[in-house]
């Protein structure tokens, strides 16, 4: 059925395969990811941010729980350069400068490899770090779904006292920077 959708619709063709996975997931019990702090499901509102650690595009450790305490958005999505991801990812590039005014740290995760991603990052001239998390582990710590071994799209705002403000599990790709953006200004 999708292959008789014309490549002119790209990202319909994208929002349909997300919602008949997404849908078909949650049908056969595979939609809540079993987190290695012995709960499942998503992470909330008021939990303490995981300290884990990813892989930049150079290869280098990346802690998503800022040492620093500066409040942090790390946003999950299922993979680099489809039309949702790049629009999503692109709307952080355009806020990025507000987001460095507001003391904001922004972290992309996926489970592309650091190579995908250092291609993904220099064709759209991202500025801020993707993590490579090819083995789920960050995926598993915020217990963030998947779909075929790529993460759902969501995104979860750490405050400075690295708890989490706020949680996104429905992202749309090309206003949620800005939704990001007001609920990180509001942080006290």
Same mark, same amino acid.
């Given at each position: 059925?999708?292959?008789?959708?014309?490549?002119?619709?790209?990202?319909?063709?994208?929002?349909? *395969?997300?919602?008949?996975?997404?849908?078909?997931?949650?049908?056969?019990?595979?939609? %809540?990811?079993?987190?290695?702090?012995?709960?499942?499901?998503?992470?909330?509102?008021?939990?303490? %941010?995981?300290?884990?650690?990813?892989?930049?595009?150079?290869?280098?450790?990346?802690?998503?729980?800022?040492?620093?305490?500066? $409040?942090?958005? &790390?946003?999950?999505? $299922?993979?680099?350069?489809?039309?949702?991801?790049?629009?999503?990812?692109?709307?952080?590039?355009?806020?990025?400068?507000?987001?460095?005014?507001?003391?904001?740290? &922004?972290?992309? &995760?996926?489970?592309?490899? %650091?190579?995908?991603?250092?291609?993904?990052?220099?064709?759209? !001239?991202?500025?801020?770090? *993707?993590?490579?998390?090819?083995?789920?582990?960050?995926?598993?710590?915020?217990?963030?779904?998947?779909?075929?071994?790529?993460? !759902?799209?969501? !995104?979860?705002?750490?405050?400075?006292?690295?708890?989490?403000?706020?949680?996104? $599990?429905?992202?749309?790709?090309?206003?949620?920077?800005?939704?990001?953006?007001?609920?990180?200004?509001? *942080?006290?």
């Amino acid at each position: 059925m999708l292959q008789s959708i014309p490549n002119t619709l790209p990202a319909m063709k994208e929002i349909l *395969l997300m919602s008949f996975l997404g849908a078909a997931l949650n049908v056969i019990g595979c939609g %809540a990811a079993q987190r290695p702090d012995g709960g499942s499901g998503m992470l909330q509102a008021g939990a303490h %941010a995981p300290d884990v650690q990813g892989r930049d595009v150079t290869g280098q450790s990346v802690r998503l729980e800022e040492p620093s305490r500066k $409040p942090a958005i &790390v946003y999950f999505y $299922p993979k680099d350069d489809t039309p949702g991801c790049t629009k999503e990812a692109c709307a952080f590039r355009d806020a990025f400068d507000q987001f460095k005014q507001a003391g904001v740290t &922004v972290f992309g &995760v996926s489970r592309d490899t %650091a190579s995908s991603h250092e291609a993904f990052r220099k064709k759209h !001239s991202l500025p801020f770090v *993707l993590v490579s998390d090819e083995s789920g582990d960050v995926q598993k710590a915020y217990g963030v779904s998947s779909f075929f071994s790529m993460p !759902s799209r969501v !995104s979860f705002l750490v405050g400075r006292d690295g708890k989490i403000a706020k949680v996104w $599990p429905k992202v749309d790709p090309v206003m949620h920077a800005s939704e990001v953006l007001a609920e990180a200004k509001a *942080l006290p």
